[in-house]
């Protein structure tokens, strides 16, 4: 089963600043793909961005961009001009063909 | 369009009693998911179903069981609750092609 590792409980950043979120995994195959949720106070799985591992180029969602190196198995969220809405717990999960494999979370804290 | 509900959102049982969740779609999706989550992991996979009338175990199906009786309905039950199965559980679908799964609110379950 393929393994996803998120190495940082919990983060801060300051309104208006940037964070870089952190995600790892283990596969052997070629063609997947990978997420990112936020899952705010009110509990919802909420979709941030997608990657698909066969595209090179980097996803990009309005302020939320990702960083997947591939050959290294990694695929970072980069948050901008963060803001008060952006406080939650984001999951990085990996689709396996038939379901999402998820790491454990990273909490971020958006102080004013 | 509703999107994907679950009933009931919030129960609290006592430990060897049972109960249903009940998790609807009206998107015609083919493909439904359960999860739970529990503090400090991410949503782990109990059962899955690709279709109606089919169901497979996911990663933690011990004490659970599913049924998908109609397409849209995806019922999970709890034969004999134990106080291991306290956690907020998750119901997601997708459609056919698509990776991106749509998820429910989620129900908060106690069992004492």
């Known amino acids: 089963a393929q393994t996803v590792t998120q190495s940082q409980p919990e983060m801060s950043v300051q309104e208006a600043e940037t964070v870089t979120l952190s995600c790892t995994y283990d596969t052997s195959e070629s063609d997947y793909y990978l997420f990112w949720y936020k899952q705010p106070p009110s509990r919802q799985m909420i979709l941030v961005i997608r990657?698909?591992?066969?595209?090179?180029q980097n996803a990009t969602e309005n302020r939320f961009s990702v960083n997947f190196q591939k050959a290294a198995k990694s695929f970072s969220l980069k948050i901008s001009d963060s803001q008060l809405g952006d406080a939650a717990m984001y999951f990085c999960a990996y689709f396996s063909g038939y379901a999402l494999n998820f790491g454990k979370g990273t909490s971020l804290l958006v102080t004013p | 369009n509703a999107g994907v509900t679950q009933t009931p959102k919030f129960r609290v049982l006592k430990t060897g009693q049972s109960m249903t969740l009940l998790c609807a779609q009206d998107m015609n999706h083919e493909y439904m998911y359960w999860y739970r989550q529990d503090p400090g992991m991410g949503l782990r996979l109990i059962h899955y179903?690709?279709?109606?009338?089919?169901?497979a175990k996911g990663e933690v199906p011990d004490g659970y069981n599913v049924s998908r009786l109609k397409k849209q309905n995806f019922l999970l039950g709890l034969e004999s609750a134990a106080p291991s199965q306290t956690s907020v559980y998750f119901c997601a679908s997708r459609p056919t092609g698509l990776n991106e799964q749509f998820f429910g609110p989620g129900t908060r379950l106690t069992v004492l």
């Open positions: 990657q698909e591992a066969y595209k090179q």
């Open positions: 179903s690709v279709g109606e009338g089919t169901t």
